[in-house]
């Protein structure tokens, strides 16, 4: 039970989350005051973030970094309660440390242009719709960690394909909801800026695609030894 909720696991998943958020609404701040910087270099800042620590660290925690995705971990019973509560909390500390240092290291004009990076709904978007597609866009990522991070058949590719699924939710649904898929990329920019407009949306919307994919994947496409 000591190693249930191992602190180096969840050192992990802050460091993880924090890395999400730096540079992904980093990316955010900085394309306020550079035209050369949009959605594909946002996409790829995202993606990359995520990449890059699944392969580093998910030997370590199994590289989660979102509430999201350890929720769908914790309904497939494949991580206890103690330590989900535990990765949730380190992950959202981990993504308003992310915030506290842009406060504290970028350029005042640029991160107050854009709100610290915090997602926002896009014109025409309501708040129903907007949590359908982070609904979708949440699946789509947690899909992808099962087939590739979770299932014994999985092709060994570390976070690539993780990271790769992060960069086209973006493209496909950055500017209608941010396409944060992720409360803990969500709360840091949020309680920093003081931008909570429509917040809900990116709690509730991955939560649910998250729960989805994981009980689809797991009583559809599992082999039933990977099950137990």
Do not use: C
């Amino acid at each position: 039970m000591l190693d249930a909720v191992d602190p180096r696991k969840l050192v992990a998943e802050a460091l993880g989350a924090f890395t999400l958020v730096f540079a992904g609404a980093g990316a955010i701040i900085l394309a306020s005051g550079n035209a050369n910087i949009g959605l594909v270099e946002i996409a790829l800042a995202h993606g990359l973030a995520i990449a890059l620590m699944a392969s580093a660290l998910g030997a370590v925690s199994g590289g989660h970094f979102n509430p999201a995705v350890t929720a769908g971990f914790w309904v497939t019973r494949r991580i206890g309660t103690p330590l989900a509560v535990g990765y949730v909390l380190a992950q959202l500390a981990g993504g308003i440390l992310a915030s506290l240092l842009h406060v504290l290291l970028f350029p005042e004009g640029l991160r107050e242009a854009a709100e610290l990076g915090a997602p926002m709904l896009g014109p025409g978007i309501g708040f129903g719709t907007a949590v359908g597609i982070e609904i979708i866009l949440t699946f789509f990522l947690v899909i992808v960690i099962f087939g590739t991070a979770v299932d014994s058949r999985a092709p060994k590719l570390g976070g690539i394909a993780i990271g790769l699924t992060i960069t086209m939710d973006i493209l496909a649904g950055g500017p209608l909801t941010g396409a944060v898929m992720n409360p803990a990329r969500a709360l840091g920019p949020a309680l920093l800026s003081g931008q909570w407009d429509n917040q809900l949306v990116w709690w509730i919307g991955p939560a649910i695609g998250g729960v989805l994919a994981a009980l689809l994947y797991h009583y559809v496409f599992m082999q039933p030894e990977d099950k137990k």
